[in-house]
């Protein structure tokens, strides 16, 4: 009798492996799988590089705004001395100075970016290791299964801007969907 209590004590232990390992492969399938050209990981990265290459951009054009603000301050001193233009040029000098000061924390930003690139990356290898280890095309396979069953969501998928301006709707193909 000792020998059944056994047998169905192991029989449950497998029963619960078997519903592990398939949990597992699904929570694989579904975080590997690619909706669009890219996975959710491929995707994050994509965005998020493009985000430390834009913000680079835009603190290039602060910068370059604000020296100008400085040139035309100087020239207005030069061309116009009376005391009410010197305290809106000196209000001018200060803006900018600000201006120059707070865009030079973007590097501090495009570090934090990128170690959440790295840690994004990191997680993305580990799973690409899993994926593969247990199967990349029963993965796939699995994943595009579960897309089928899925119901098509009223949501609007919102992924950001393009990444690159080739890949961009144009503002005319946006006005025809409205004719």
């Known amino acids: 009798m000792a020998t059944a209590a056994t047998d169905e004590r192991l029989h449950t232990e497998l ?17 590997t799988r690619k909706k669009g050209d890219r996975s959710d990981f491929e995707n994050m990265s994509v965005q998020l590089d493009a985000l430390v290459k834009n913000t680079e951009e835009a603190s290039y054009e602060i910068l370059k705004s604000s020296e100008d603000i ?3 301050v100087d020239k ?3 061309d116009n001395s009376e005391e009410d233009r010197n305290k809106l040029c000196d209000l001018i000098t200060t803006k900018a100075m600000a201006t120059l000061q707070a865009c030079s924390f973007q590097d501090i930003t495009g570090q934090r970016v990128t170690k959440i690139i790295r840690s994004v990356q990191f997680v993305e290898e580990r799973v690409n290791s899993m994926a593969e280890i247990y199967g990349e095309a029963s993965i796939n396979t ?28 144009s503002q005319d193909d946006i006005d025809a969907l409205f004719d």
Do not use: F, Q, W
């Not at 078997?18 to 579904?30: F, Q």
């Not at 579960?146 to 990444?163: L, N, R, W, Y």
């Open 70 to 72: 400085l040139e035309t």
């Open 142 to 169: 699995l994943g595009l299964e579960i897309s089928a069953k899925e119901t098509p969501s009223e949501e609007v998928c919102m992924d950001g801007p393009a990444v690159h301006a080739e890949e961009a709707i």
């Open 76 to 78: 207005l001193r030069e």
């Open 15 to 31: 029963d619960n492996l078997i519903h592990y390992v398939e949990r597992l492969r699904l929570e694989l399938a579904n975080i």
